[in-house]
Structures are given as C-alpha cells and as structure tokens.
C-alpha cells in the first residue's frame, strides 16, 4: 500500500488532526484534498497543542505536505500557519495546487450577510468566505493561485469589478479593501520561503510512481458532503474520499484504501437533523469531557449517542474498509451506552438514511443499550502504551458491536488526546506503516 485515504465518517470533528499525525509517521507526503479554513484540525504532543485550519496535519512530523486544487485557501489563515510552524522550530515544506482557488476578504463578507439574509433558514456557516468561493468556482469568475502568479492577466481586477457590483446590487455593501491591498497579501502568500506553487497532481503522481507512500487527509466529514451529506445542513464541497482524486488530480487507480474516522459517540455543530441527540446531563457531560467545542468557531458542539444508520451509510458511500475510533475514553462510566441501530419513520422501521432533511428530522432513533466500562486502574497512556490486552473488556465488546453493524475492521483507537494515547491493532500497523 503506497496511498491512503482519511475522511471523517460523522458531521467532522471526529479527531482525524490527531490519526492523521499519528499515521503520517509511517507516509513521506499529505495531501489535503478539499475544505478550507472553517475546517480546524487539534494535534497535541505532551505539551504543545497545534492547531491547523488550512495546513496539512504532516507538517507537525516535517513531512512535505501539499495543498490540493481541491481546497479554497485564504491566504490571510495560511500565512498565520506558516509562521505558527516557524515558531515552533518547524521549517514548513509546502506544495500549493496552481489551481487552487482563493478566499478573499469579499469572499468573507459575502458569507456574512447572506448568512444573515437567510434568518431562519440560515445552515449555521462559519462565515468564513468557503460557500462564496466554491460558487465563485462553480460560476467560473473566482480567482485562482496561478492568477495570483501571472499578474498580467486581469483576472483580479476582473473578479474585483464584478464583486463589487454584487455587493452593491444585492447587499448594499461594498468591499472592506481594495484590490492593491488584495494583491500585496496574495502575492505575499506565494512568495514565502518554504512554499512551491505548481501542479500539485503531477507533483504526487510523480511521489506514488517513485515508491513514495502518501497520505491524504480529508476535512469535515462525510455526512457535510456537498452531495452525500444531510442537505442543506452541509458543507460547500465533496468530503468523500474520491473527492481525494478530484481535489487533487491523481487517478482513483492509485488510491489503495480509505481509513474512516468516527467518534464512540456523535457530535454535530450547526442546525440541522441529529436523531440521536442527548439533552440533558448525558450530553452535557459528554460534552465537558470530550472538549466538545470547535476548533475554529468556539461554539459548543451537539453531543448524541452513537448513530450506526448514519455510520453505515459514511462506509458505504467512502468504501471504508478500516476504521478508527476516537474519544472512547469519553464514554467511562456511562453505564449504560445506547447505540441507534435503526430509525423509526412514520411507524416503519428503515436501516437507511433519508435523503429528505424534513423526513431525516422526524426520524427517531431506535437503540440497543450495550454494557460501559469503567476507568481501569491504570492510567489512559500506559494502558495504550500495553495494547489491546488491557483495554476493559466492555470497550473490546463495544468496538466488535461497531465492526458487526458496519462490516468494517477497527485498525485504531483513541483514549486520549495526546499522540502516545492511541493503540493501533498489530495487523493494521504492518499494513499502515509497512506498507505490506
């Protein structure tokens, strides 16, 4: 195996900034295909907590990470990153897609009002310019990284001209800076030491075909998918894991398998449907333990129980074949746990997820209660550091119930926020980082 791809398997904030630093150990190059800055990814190492919204996880271990074509970049956010790695002593060693498109400060504003347009019919975005972008992409007048280079084209000026038309016409508004100012903060953004602007595509194709083993680390998670996700609640790009070929112009042929990421449990941030909710001390202690807060926004996540329906449906739509689970050390002493098998729609029972958001939202999860564990005597880190055999057979038993229900193979877990909390299961250790 010299390619792998990690998507989230929920609504995001699965964890998968800590597997991807985990597995990235064992993979010279990774990749991020989609998303922008409204996608926080949390890595923390003993003391130091690095967190990332445009950034490549990899970066943390040095590897050479690339941003895909795939990805809307704000300049303004990577140029923060890359002094964040600077200061940690970290030389940043950076390939970015000429393809890419741009997020710009009239991208932002745009976001922010018609969020407020929307009133209750508002999605809950982050109001950080991504939905714009990509529909500026779609309507073929956003501008893109090698725009950015050829500052003969006009394309800038082009792109600055009719947003500003926009914003008058639609929203009586006009933009907080003027393109020169928009100019000097591109051009900075591509001018960085430790930054290569080129075609990303053929760069990792090149990797791959010269036995270089690549990562590619997704962002949000499959149920925010454009397409597959609980529509309209959802995201402005493709979160699966053949967006993997599409965000960065590498072949499907050359993407050996797909690791999903999901929490013991299910968190959502933001409106929309979420059958398994949890109101009341359940959820809220959930919540307190697990730091249920995002990365980029601060908002207090949705906490549930674990929904199999929607975790079957994430598998099958990424074609999974491993999984890895997260924050289980949340769940102790929770006794009992509840696990939605099945919804119940109109009196009918469906193991399938509507593709309504009117009929998901009238769904009511049916649940299976399974035994809990209780804290074992020794602590998170050196039970990990022990392996499976120490793990609380209750947790064994929870993890099994998870591989029945979605026939995928558990090749990860994490009991813990640090990089040493983590047991990885000694077949899939040879397959991740040996590559056999």
Not at 298 to 307: E, H, Q, S, T, V
Not at 337 to 349: M, P, Q, T
Request: charged share 25%; net charge negative; with cysteine.
């Amino acid at each position: 195996m010299k390619t792998l791809v990690v998507v989230g398997l929920q609504w995001g904030d699965e964890g998968k900034g800590k597997c991807v630093d985990v597995l990235s150990e064992g993979f010279d190059i990774v990749v991020r295909f989609q998303g922008g800055s409204n996608a926080g990814h949390t890595v923390k190492i003993d003391k130091e907590i690095h967190k990332f919204r445009l950034m490549p996880t990899g970066a943390v271990r040095g590897k050479t990470v690339v941003i895909g074509n795939g990805v809307v970049v704000d300049p303004v956010v990577l140029l923060e990153e890359i002094g964040q790695l600077k200061e940690a002593g970290l030389e940043p060693d950076l390939v970015l897609s000429d393809r890419a498109h741009v997020i710009t400060p009239l991208h932002v504003q745009i976001d922010s009002l018609q969020e407020e347009e929307k009133g209750k019919g508002r999605v809950g975005t982050t109001k950080r310019g991504i939905g714009p972008t990509y529909a500026d992409k779609a309507n073929r007048i956003g501008i893109r990284i090698c725009d950015i280079v050829d500052s003969d084209s006009g394309a800038l000026e082009h792109f600055f001209e009719i947003s500003s038309r926009r914003m008058a016409r639609l929203h009586d508004s006009e933009p907080s800076v003027g393109v020169i100012e928009l100019r000097k903060t591109l051009l900075k953004m591509i001018d960085q030491e430790g930054v290569r602007v080129c075609d990303s595509g053929e760069f990792i194709q090149e990797a791959i075909l010269s036995n270089r083993r690549v990562l590619f680390e997704g962002a949000q998670g499959a149920l925010l998918d454009m397409d597959h996700g609980t529509y309209p609640f959802v995201t402005s790009s493709n979160c699966v894991a053949s967006a993997a070929s599409t965000g960065t112009g590498v072949p499907m042929l050359l993407l050996d398998s797909v690791m999903g990421i999901c929490k013991a449990y299910t968190t959502r941030v933001g409106e929309g449907p979420f059958p398994t909710e949890i109101d009341g001390e359940a959820g809220d202690a959930i919540r307190e333990r697990g730091h249920e807060f995002g990365t980029v926004t601060g908002r207090p996540r949705r906490c549930g129980w674990l929904d199999l329906v929607a975790l079957r449906y994430a598998v099958r739509v990424n074609g999974a074949k491993l999984l890895a689970i997260t924050k289980l050390d949340v769940l102790t002493n929770l006794r009992p746990l509840k696990v939605c098998i099945a919804y119940d729609l109109d009196g009918i029972e469906t193991r399938t997820l509507p593709a309504s958001a009117i009929a998901y939202s009238q769904a009511k999860p049916i649940f299976e209660e399974l035994d809990g564990w209780e804290q074992p005597e020794k602590p998170w880190r050196e039970v990990a550091e022990a392996g499976m055999e120490s793990i609380p057979e209750e947790m064994r038993e929870y993890l099994r119930f998870i591989e029945k229900q979605t026939s995928a193979e558990v090749a990860m877990i994490s009991i813990g926020p640090d990089r040493s909390e983590t047991v990885i299961m000694p077949k899939a250790r040879k397959f991740l980082f040996n590559g056999d």
